[in-house]
């Protein structure tokens, strides 16, 4: 920290797959929760801590269970993953050192992104590259409702973040604030991909998939990004449909290689 003397530090590092944190909880509390005190208290060893703006990535996931309507940055936290855990301690924290040590540090908790170029594994990038390969697909919880945004729109919220000045240890939520079904999901991307619908399995993962306690699928995790747009004039400009067509046409070239 004292020599990279940054204005601006982006908290973007995770240990992110949240089926692996029910078989690997010490490494997610270690890595997310520890790892961002090891980054807090490295950046309040300086000086001048104050004159610094740490931005740090949280998730949608640390709602938990709270109904059927879009989510507010002031509901209580209510994880139901040891991964979902990490973040809230985190957000907890930095929340902490904003009233106790006039940390300035703002708080981001994004739906889930997709369009990654570099990872096959989460949902949509899963879904349309098997697709386009042939494979047969495994949807595991197909009526739970969850809220995307492109990566484009992801990387434009935090830009945002850093550009406006907001109180210290604000929370800010990231979406799109409209749900769709991953049974819904996997019939679209089964249209933009040609795929047999009838070779998606609804209601099993895929052989191999992580142990995860069903109680902990999340029936419902769509964000209200009201205040985000109010104050950061941000909203997501690219819709879902379009969206899912470019990481289709993006893998359809990677695979057919």
């Keep these: ?88 301690a985190m957000d907890m924290y930095l929340r902490m050192a904003a009233r106790v040590f006039d940390l300035n540090c703002v708080i981001m908790r994004p739906a889930n992104s997709y369009d990654r170029r570099r990872e096959r594994d989460f949902i949509v990038e899963y879904l349309i590259t098997s697709m386009l390969a042939g494979r047969r697909v495994y949807v595991g919880a197909p009526d739970s409702v969850r809220d995307y945004i492109h990566v484009d729109d992801h990387v434009e919220a935090y830009i945002r973040v850093a550009e406006r000045e907001t109180k210290p240890g604000e929370a800010f939520n990231f979406g799109s604030g409209r749900g769709i079904s991953n049974r819904e999901l996997a019939i679209r991307c089964s249209e933009i991909t040609d795929f047999d619908a009838s070779d998606i399995e609804f209601g099993s993962y895929p052989p191999g998939y992580p142990m995860r306690p069903l109680v902990s699928d ?7 990004s009201t205040k985000a747009e109010r ?5 997501p400009k690219i ?3 379009d969206g899912l067509k470019m990481v289709a046409e993006y893998w359809r070239s990677r695979i057919s290689q």
Aim: glycine fraction near 4%; hydrophobic fraction near 40%.
């Design 239 to 241: 819709q879902l449909e």
């Design 231 to 235: 104050i950061l004039s941000w909203k």
């Design 218 to 224: 999340q029936p419902y995790i769509v964000l209200d």
């Design 1 to 88: 920290m004292r020599t990279a003397n940054p204005d601006v530090i982006f908290h973007l590092a995770a240990l992110s797959p949240v089926r692996y944190s029910f078989e690997h909880p010490f490494q997610y509390q270690e890595a997310n929760y520890l790892g961002s005190l090891n980054l807090i208290h490295s950046l309040m060893s300086l000086s001048d801590f104050g004159k610094r703006r740490l931005l740090a990535a949280s998730t949608a996931e640390v709602y938990g269970i709270q109904g059927n309507r879009p989510f507010v940055e002031e509901l209580p936290l209510r994880p139901t993953s040891p991964y979902a855990v990490s973040k809230a």
